[in-house]
């Protein structure tokens, strides 16, 4: 099992940043991804960004050169650094965790709001 804290979501104005943070907890399984998924209202959780455990990165189009995903090995911690912020970014971001041995899904974190507004 595998449990994740999130932090640092939040209200900012458009043009705006954050950075949220994921820090997992210590694990027997050994865990190669990390990223974050959002949920806006009315619509369907969708990828954001993740890195490996090797610093590979993947985003989504709407985020690419706007936000930047990173990890730190020795904390398993995620961070996603968002910036130039639009409202459409405004969604529950979700920590999400794949660890060898754990569930295909992988783990989730209890979700962080980030809201964009003037």
């Known amino acids: 099992q595998v449990q994740l804290v999130e932090s640092g979501g939040g209200l900012v104005q458009p043009g705006g940043s954050l950075r949220l943070s994921c820090a997992a907890s210590?694990?027997?399984?050994?865990?190669?991804?990390m990223g974050w998924y959002r949920q806006a209202p009315g619509k369907q959780r969708e990828l954001v960004a993740t890195v490996t455990s090797g610093g590979s990165t993947n985003y989504a189009a709407s985020v690419k050169g706007r936000f930047t995903v990173s990890r730190d090995n020795a904390k398993n911690t995620a961070y996603l650094q968002m910036n130039s912020l639009k409202p459409e970014d405004t969604a529950v971001y979700y920590c999400?965790?794949?660890?060898?041995?754990?569930?295909?899904?992988?783990?989730w974190g209890q979700g962080t709001r980030v809201t964009v507004s003037s």
């Open positions: 210590r694990s027997t399984f050994f865990i190669y991804s």
């Open positions: 999400n965790v794949a660890a060898i041995g754990g569930p295909s899904s992988g783990y």
